[in-house]
């Protein structure tokens, strides 16, 4: 792969911005630039979705969903919450919930269910596991993103190249994670922002 064939493939997968960002805001010493807006214009709200059947309030606050004797791959899920402006959402509320390896869903507890809260800089990070598959669905997970006093934004995340996402008449590639090699666990890492109206 020739470097402009290598730049473009970043480019695609929204990498190139950030990554030039952190290389030059790291030799500055500034704060790495959000990645947002990538093509200089502001980024669209990110697409509401169904919350679906399976929505459980009052989730414990934790940002790990990783069960004891869970076997399923790991995924680490991280990224911003943002406005339609770029402005960082500060304290935003994220309350993620999805099915177990096998396809199930915690409907007695709060297995896979959790809530957490972006930094001042609107980051989060989630850890949590690859979720199975359920007869009628593609891989989804499901969240509700809400800016402190702001309306919720209930919405669904999905897995790039999924057989089943093309059947699945919810899936959108706009909210599909953007996943990029990591060396180590967990095996998969993704980013995600969030943008979330004024
Ligand atoms: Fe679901």
């Known amino acids: 792969m020739t470097p402009a064939e290598r730049r473009r493939r970043l480019l695609a997968a929204g990498f190139a911005l950030p990554l030039l960002a952190w290389r030059t805001g790291a030799a500055q010493g500034l704060r790495p630039t ?7 214009t502001a980024p669209s709200a990110t697409p509401p979705q169904t919350a679906g ?13 990783v069960e004891a004797g869970d076997s399923a791959p790991r995924l680490l899920l991280v990224g911003r ?25 915690d409907n007695a507890g709060f297995r ?19 979720p199975g598959l359920y007869p ?4 989804h997970i499901h969240i509700r993103v809400q800016a402190p006093n702001g309306r919720p934004l209930t919405t669904q995340l999905y ?23 990591r060396a180590g666990a967990p095996a998969q890492a993704g980013r995600f922002d969030f943008v979330l109206d004024g």
């Open 81 to 105: 919450v943002l406005t339609t402006a770029c402005r960082p959402v500060a304290g935003a509320l994220l309350d993620v919930w999805h099915c177990d390896a096998e396809g199930h869903y």
């Open 112 to 130: 896979h269910r959790g809530h957490l809260f972006a930094d001042a800089s609107g980051a989060y990070r989630l850890e949590t596991i690859v």
């Open 53 to 65: 059947p399976y929505y459980m309030p009052n989730s414990p606050q934790r940002g790990v969903l």
């Open 136 to 139: 009628g669905r593609t891989r």
């Open 159 to 181: 897995f790039p190249e999924e057989p089943d996402n093309a059947g699945d008449g919810l899936w959108q590639r706009r909210l599909e994670i953007t996943f990029a090699p």
């Open 34 to 40: 959000p990645a947002c807006g990538a093509d200089g």
